[in-house]
């Protein structure tokens, strides 16, 4: 059978395009926009690029919204799924159990040195805050203390968009329209690097947990990093301050790492820059040598995203002893009786454990490496007249563009296709959160690929009666 004309491609991608768009509707998409902007028809993956229907190739900047972790088709993952489908692909959790379940959860307990001994699984990220969220309130109520009922979480921040977690998300776009139906959560000022108010934030949770802490289940936060909010980066500083203030008013710390977990900041957790002063994977701003006495996990840690390398649907909730003991008991009614049909499904757990095999083979000293040839080949971008805060941590960069023009974030994720690149930026702040393959002439590449988009777009005269709004897709 002879290959597809390049016209023939282009027909094909049309049609899958209309199909998509009379059939599916997209996620985080106005989709009357999306008539306008229809989207991208994928074929395959491999490495850091996904193929269209046309063949041509697109770098994958954003990791498909944070998960790939290795790149598309990794064959040693792909190869842990195909052998446990052959041996067991699922079966129920409850009154059951299997070797990679148990597997992932030993191993995950093991990178907290114990201090979150027990792991629930969840489906998604969302799932995975609503389940620390039900959890603390839970325990607290179990304790003989149900007047803790309420939730702190920081402005702007992002922690999924079921009913629950929406109820601790400060993002306007996703929140205001079910507004009605949330929970009333504390929303209190988020520390920021570029403002210099870590203190300050620090000042305000203090002020809200000596008010209210004898009612406030938990705190909620996304470590170091708030995604949505732009790629807002603050200091290991704050998550020590804020360990600190939730022990002194009795409040859980639940700390949301579906994002910036599997090491997205240098270290596997991104709680760990928070009591590891020196080493070879974390920043060296962060200070000395490690303090023992900082060494305090949090009560939960929420995992998901790229646990399983951007292949099945997996999140997680880790915890402590403390709170699991709140649940112990013959009566039902104080279990924990939340459950999904594919709760710890043994195939997702199958390739959460080749994640992990990569991690303990010395995936983050290679992470260091490619984080550092980021950091040279954008270097030159911090001179840009557009451009300000040019900041990194890890494999994470970002930067903020001034006057950037009505609806930037759609022109420039669509001039990017013309360089080959696929990234989608947060307003008006450009990121790269690219899958751990970088080597010194892909990192060259996407210097090249996003100034010249950038430029590109900047060049450009936006029509005036377009709506100014976030490119959420």
Not at 28 to 55: K, N
Not at 118 to 126: N, T, Y
Not at 178 to 195: C, Q
Not at 342 to 361: E, I, M, S
């Amino acid at each position: 059978m002879s290959s597809p004309s390049p016209s023939d491609l282009s027909a094909l991608s049309q049609q899958w395009q209309q199909r998509s768009l009379a059939a599916v509707w997209h996620p985080c998409t106005q989709m009357a926009r999306a008539q306008v902007t229809p989207p991208l028809p994928i074929a395959r993956g491999e490495g850091g690029w996904l193929f269209d229907m046309d063949g041509r190739r697109f770098f994958d900047a954003n990791s498909s919204w944070w998960v790939n972790l290795f790149g598309h088709a990794d064959a040693g993952i792909n190869a842990a799924i195909k052998q446990q489908l052959d041996t067991l692909p699922h079966v129920m959790l409850a009154g059951c159990t299997h070797a990679p379940a148990v597997r992932l959860a030993e191993r995950l307990s093991v990178r907290t040195g114990g201090a979150l001994g027990h792991v629930f699984f969840g489906s998604d990220g969302a799932s995975a805050v609503e389940i620390a969220l039900k959890q603390s309130f839970h325990s607290w109520r179990n304790r003989g203390r149900a007047e803790k009922r309420e939730f702190v979480c920081l402005k702007n921040g992002y922690h999924g968009e079921t009913i629950g977690a929406l109820a601790v998300t400060d993002v306007k776009v996703f929140r205001d329209a079910y507004d009605p139906l949330l929970m009333r959560a504390h929303i209190v000022e988020s520390p920021d690097a570029r403002l210099g108010n870590e203190a300050q934030a620090l000042a305000a949770m203090r002020a809200l947990l000596s008010e209210r802490g004898s009612q406030i289940a938990a705190v909620i936060i996304e470590p170091l990093v708030q995604g949505a909010a732009g790629m807002v980066m603050y200091s290991a500083e704050y998550l020590r301050g804020l360990r600190a203030l939730c022990t002194e008013f009795e409040v859980h710390l639940i700390v949301d790492e579906i994002a910036m977990g599997c090491g997205r900041t240098g270290t596997f957790f991104a709680w760990e820059h928070a009591h590891a002063r020196s080493s070879a994977t974390v920043p060296a701003h962060l200070g000395a040598e490690a303090d023992p006495s900082n060494e305090l996990w949090p009560d939960f840690i929420t995992l998901s995203k790229g646990i399983t390398g951007g292949t099945m649907p997996l999140s997680l909730v880790l915890t402590t002893e403390a709170v699991y003991q709140a649940f112990w008991s013959e009566d039902v009614a104080r279990g924990f009786l939340h459950s999904h049909s594919y709760t710890g499904n043994a195939l997702a757990c199958a390739a959460a454990n080749a994640v992990l095999d990569r991690f303990d083979a010395g995936q983050l000293q290679a992470n260091a490496q490619q984080a550092a040839l980021l950091r040279e080949a954008f270097a030159p971008l911090a001179g840009h007249s557009n451009v300000k805060h040019l900041r990194q941590l890890g494999t994470i960069l970002a930067f903020d563009v001034q006057e950037p023009g009505l609806r930037f974030a759609e022109r420039f994720h669509l001039a990017a296709r013309a360089h080959e690149l696929l990234i989608r930026p947060i307003g008006n702040t450009v990121y790269l959160m690219p899958p751990y393959v970088i080597d010194a002439d892909t990192a060259a590449f996407l210097a090249r690929a996003v100034t010249l988009t950038l430029d590109e777009v900047l060049s450009q005269s936006p029509s005036s009666d377009s709506a100014d709004q976030p490119h959420v897709a």
